[in-house]
Each structure stands twice: as structure tokens, then as C-alpha cells.
């Protein structure tokens, strides 16, 4: 096992880490940028390494600045959390190359899935579900309007470098594609300096399912279950839960075995996450695949009772799986709320400020990731998330009961947070029904301003 573990990130994230390191006996040195001196992980960790200025670009995203602090105070390993740098395949090459090793999978795999074409190609290849679309990128215009009027409309045009719903352009009908296609290839372009598009029939009622993964480097891999995550605003999760209330042993036989299948396909280590969509009819297909953490990890480990950061340790120093398929049951229900510093009545407008209170909830079934503390100054610099509230229930009513109550029990004051959201939604008739796809959270959300 490692010794020293460098954690590339900040927040929640880099708190969950450093426990994860710290309950394993692997000591942890942190990065910082000039905004998070004050931090909790900065507390918490054995070390920690200024690393730049506020500015991302500057810290959590200078990867010699990053790759110099670790050598230099001795660790053997990096783990980037998620976002800044997690899933990018130059950063891993890089730490490789300077014998550090990755906390996550090789960098051909993040390369593979971090365009999103090709992934949609190779998971095809792996024999997978997929929605009816071009095989991979689109030459041109005239290939996207010969592709759209074979599959019929509406479409989707995805861009390929993009993912989590960046650069994507609902094509309604013929006379929409040639603006659609140029704005949408403009905007891939200037977002991620490739303008490459794919794409995709669109479903207009799915429930968004994925399934998490988790394989060794001896080619042992085993899925975790699904978690259902249609609760998005803007292609940013705000609720998820395990299992999806849709989800029964069936599904999840047949969508695991598949995510199994095309992660095998092309060698995949760490920790993963195969996204599907699912339409009303019950049938699934691949989208995408998430080659880092995810944030709402959490709830997978209270039905699974499975540590996934300690996982993502073990198999990432060369141990083996020691559980199989069978060994993995899905026990219970569990929700996670993502507690973000925004104003819900003023469209989840990002809020600062300094937390003059934090009483985090407990008691049976629940727990909180969180970097706050009383005191602790909100940087607006990063992203907004301040809190998962995350519950364990036997069952899915009394997961939601559990939240209500921890939501009631949570103190966050001095900043404006978005509790009283998920307390209104987690009494919405459809929500406690299960009964919502993608487009729900957009109509709670009216609902919700007219009311308050
Ligand atoms: C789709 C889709 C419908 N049809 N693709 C959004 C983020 C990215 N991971 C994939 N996403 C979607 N892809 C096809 N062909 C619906 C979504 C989607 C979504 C779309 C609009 C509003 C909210 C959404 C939430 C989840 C997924």
C-alpha cells in the first residue's frame, strides 16, 4: 500500500479522501490555493502544499506546480478527486512518467472515454445498447443532415469533447440543423478547443441511470448497482439515489453485465461510472462514462456498505478485488442532497459569504460530507457546493423520511443555501412517488418559485 498520498483537490472531496487515507494508515499531504489556507482538508491532512493563487488555472489546475509538491514532500501517489484535473489523460500520462502513480484508471482508458465519440464507438464495438445516431464524429453538415433525416427527428448533436450536457444542441426538425450544427460546433470549439460533434436521436422522456464499476489491474471487474440521477438542473445533479425506484434485480443484472462488458473491453481500472439513459418503454443505452469519483459516490457505499476511496487505493497499488459479483448485495435505500451556498428563489444564483453556524445533522442513517466548519469563509472562487446529506433507510419511504428530518436538523447560517429546496422537494407528491425523468426538476422548480 502507499505510504504518502497526494490529494490534488480541495473541498468535501479532498476531506473524504484524506479519511479514507487516513483510516488505511497512508499519510496525506493536500494542495492549497491562496484561497483555501483556512481550509478543513488543509487541517486535516498530515501536510499540505501551497500550490498558487486562487485561480484554478493557477493551482488546482498547474500540474507542474501539483507534480512538484508531491515529489518534493515524498509522496508515492496522486489522487485528483473530481473535476480540476481528474479526468484529464495528459495530467495522469504525466504523473505516471514522473513515478507517481495515479490514483485512477491508465490514461488510454480516460482518453478513450473523454471523447465522447469514440466512446460511443468502443462501447458499440463492446456490443453495448446505444441510441440510434452516427457511429462516431460527424464530418459535416451534410452528413448530420443526411444521419438526422434516416433516424428521424428530433436529434440531439452532442459535442464529443464535451460531456455533462456542454455543447449539446436539440435539433427539432431540418430546418433547425444548420444553425444548430455551426453554434453547437462554435461553442465545443471555443469550450474545449475541439469543435468535433457526434449524433444522437433524441429521447425527450429518459430517466438518467448509471451504474458504477469498480476493477482491479488483474482483470477482475464487478459492478456496484445503479443510481438514479434524472434530478439535474442545468446537467448538475442536485438529488440521487440508490437504487433508482425503477430499479429492480432484472435491470440491474442486465445493465450491470453490460457496464461489466464494456469496461472490460477496454481494460478498465479504479473506479467508474457507465451512464445510461432509460426510456419509458424500459429499454437502456449507453452514453457515456465517468472515468473519476463522482460526487455522489456516497450513496452507493451505504447500500453497498463497500468503501469506494479505500477501493480506488487498494486497486491503484496493484491489490487484487477480494469480493466477487456474488458477493455484492444491494441492502436498503439511500439518498444524497447536494447543499449548495446559491439562492434557489433567484435561479441558484451562487452566494459567499462566512458560516457563522454549522450544526451538521446526525443520528441513525445519516451522514454528512462537508468541509465546513463555524467561521469558515465561503471562497466564491470554486464551485458551489457546500454539503452532501447523505441517508441510509430500509426502505425508500423511510430514506425520505430520514432526509426530511436531517434536513430539519441541519444549521448552515450566514449563507444562503439551498436546504429549503430539498425540504420542499423531498414532500413533492411525484418525487416521493418516484415518479420523475430528466425534465421534472425543471417543472418542481416552477412550481417552486411560484409558491415561495
Ligand atoms: C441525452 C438525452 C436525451 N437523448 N441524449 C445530459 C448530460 C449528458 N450526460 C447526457 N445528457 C442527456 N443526453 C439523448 N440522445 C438527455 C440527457 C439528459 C438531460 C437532457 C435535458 C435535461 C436534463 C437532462 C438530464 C439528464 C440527461
Redesign the pocket.
Known amino acids: 500500500m502507499f505510504e504518502k498520498v497526494f490529494i490534488a483537490n480541495r473541498g468535501e472531496i479532498a476531506v473524504r479522501i484524506i479519511r479514507a487515507c487516513h483510516e488505511l494508515g497512508i499519510r496525506t499531504v493536500v494542495a492549497y490555493s491562496q484561497a483555501d489556507r483556512d481550509s478543513l482538508a488543509v487541517r486535516l491532512s498530515d501536510e499540505a502544499v501551497c500550490v498558487g493563487p486562487a485561480a484554478p488555472g493557477k493551482s488546482y489546475l498547474n500540474a507542474p506546480a501539483l507534480i512538484s509538491a508531491a515529489l518534493i514532500t515524498g509522496c508515492d501517489a496522486v489522487h485528483p478527486g473530481y473535476g480540476f484535473l481528474s479526468e484529464n489523460p495528459y495530467f495522469a500520462e504525466i504523473v505516471n512518467q514522473c513515478r507517481l502513480v495515479l490514483i485512477g484508471p491508465t490514461p488510454e482508458a480516460i482518453a478513450t472515454m473523454g471523447d465522447k465519440a469514440a466512446a460511443r464507438e468502443a462501447m458499440i464495438t463492446a456490443g453495448l445498447p446505444s441510441?440510434p445516431?452516427s457511429q462516431t464524429t460527424l464530418a459535416n453538415l451534410d452528413e448530420a443532415r443526411e444521419l438526422a433525416r434516416q433516424i428521424g427527428y428530433p436529434v440531439?448533436l452532442?459535442a464529443a469533447a464535451g460531456?455533462?450536457?456542454r455543447g449539446?444542441r436539440i435539433v427539432n426538425d431540418e430546418s433547425e440543423i444548420q444553425q444548430a450544427y455551426t453554434t453547437a460546433r462554435g461553442e465545443a470549439e471555443s469550450a474545449f478547443g475541439k469543435g468535433d460533434l457526434y449524433l444522437?436521436?433524441?429521447?425527450?422522456v429518459?430517466r438518467?441511470i448509471e451504474i458504477q464499476v469498480l476493477g482491479d489491474e488483474h482483470g477482475n471487474l464487478i459492478h456496484l448497482g445503479e443510481r438514479e440521477?434524472?434530478i439535474?438542473r442545468r446537467?448538475q445533479k442536485l438529488v440521487e439515489e440508490a437504487p433508482s425506484p425503477v430499479g429492480n434485480a432484472d435491470l440491474r443484472q442486465r445493465m450491470g453485465a453490460d457496464a461489466v462488458r464494456g469496461a472490460k473491453s477496454i481494460n478498465y481500472t479504479g473506479v467508474g461510472t457507465m451512464?445510461f439513459?432509460l426510456d419509458p418503454e424500459g429499454n437502456y443505452y449507453f452514453?457515456?462514462m465517468n472515468t473519476r469519483i463522482q460526487v455522489e459516490h456516497p450513496i452507493t457505499e451505504l447500500v453497498t456498505g463497500l468503501d469506494l476511496v479505500k477501493w480506488q487505493l487498494r486497486v491503484a497499488a496493484g491489490e487484487r478485488l477480494t469480493l466477487s459479483q456474488a458477493d455484492v448485495r444491494i441492502n436498503g435505500h439511500s439518498i444524497e442532497c447536494r447543499i449548495n451556498a446559491e439562492d434557489a428563489q433567484r435561479d441558484f444564483r451562487p452566494e459567499g459569504g462566512e458560516v457563522d453556524l454549522y450544526l451538521p445533522p446526525g443520528g441513525p442513517g445519516v451522514r454528512m460530507d462537508s468541509h465546513l466548519y463555524s467561521g469558515y469563509t465561503i471562497p466564491t472562487t470554486y464551485d458551489s457546493l457546500l454539503a452532501k446529506v447523505v441517508v441510509w433507510g430500509s426502505d425508500r419511504a423511510e430514506a425520505i423520511s430520514r432526509m426530511s428530518r436531517a434536513l430539519d436538523e441541519c444549521i448552515i447560517t450566514g449563507v444562503t443555501t439551498t436546504i429549503p429546496f430539498h425540504q420542499a422537494l423531498m414532500q413533492d407528491d411525484n418525487f416521493r412517488r418516484g415518479d420523475f425523468s430528466?425534465?421534472y426538476l425543471?417543472s418542481f422548480i416552477e412550481r417552486y418559485r411560484v409558491k415561495q
Open positions: 441510441i445516431g440531439l452532442k460531456g455533462g450536457g449539446m444522437e436521436k433524441f429521447l425527450p429518459a438518467h440521477c434524472s439535474q446537467h451512464e439513459l452514453i457515456e430528466t425534465g425543471a
